[in-house]
């Protein structure tokens, strides 16, 4: 009898590690942090960071939803087709079908926003912010945490702590995980994808 396959360790990452590539319309600089396609190749989901530094438009994708949160930045504000969303600083969240043409303002500073696309009717994603408050990571087929301020470390785990601007990835039945915070005003971004 086979073993069943061993779960991967989660992936750690830093945003400013990650390659840059231009915007899908050449307006800006997004960096990917995780994506997967399906077995016919459409993309599934997508979670980047997109650095925002100058008013435009944002791209369109056909049949995806999407969610953008501010990681860092002032002021931010969105608009298309009579709806407008505002970010307001770290933690604000917008949601809003891809195929929307966006504008946004010029920023009041240099800011960055977490997007997650997920294929309409295919896959699902759910995020939330966890101020100050240690938490055991839900059970997802795919998991992204992200530190806006402050650190978590893992309890029970030697070495792994995530500090602003740092996060992971974990993938499948991984064992159980439990940040706890170890600053004050610390700010984690939980992603779960499915």
């Known amino acids: ?11 750690c990452f830093a945003i400013d590690e990650l390659p840059r590539e231009r915007w899908k319309n050449g307006g800006g600089w997004t960096r990917t942090v995780a994506s997967a ?6 993309l599934r989901w ?6 925002i530094e100058a008013a435009g438009p944002f791209s369109a994708f056909a049949g995806l939803d999407r969610s953008a949160v501010m990681l860092r930045g002032g002021r931010l504000r969105l ?24 504008h946004c303002d010029a920023p009041d500073r240099p800011t960055r926003l977490w997007n997650v696309m997920v294929r309409r009717g295919v896959a699902q994603a759910r995020l939330q912010l966890l101020r100050e408050v240690a938490t055991d990571l839900p059970a997802a087929p795919d998991l992204l945490v992200f530190v806006l301020q402050g650190r978590f470390d893992a309890a029970g785990v030697d070495g792994l702590s995530l500090g602003p601007g740092e996060g ?21 971004l939980v992603t779960e994808l499915r």
Do not use: I, K, N, Y
Request: charged residues 15%; proline residues 15%.
């Open 1 to 11: 009898m086979t073993p069943p396959p061993v779960p991967a360790a989660p992936r």
């Open 168 to 188: 992971l990835h974990r993938q499948g039945a991984a064992p159980a995980l439990r940040l706890m915070p170890v600053e004050p005003g610390s700010l984690l």
């Open 46 to 51: 997508r979670v980047s960071v997109a650095d």
């Open 79 to 102: 608009q298309g087709d009579g709806q407008a969303w505002t970010f307001d600083g770290p933690g604000s969240l917008a949601q809003f079908p891809g195929e929307l043409a966006l």
């Open 37 to 42: 396609t399906d077995a016919d190749g459409q």
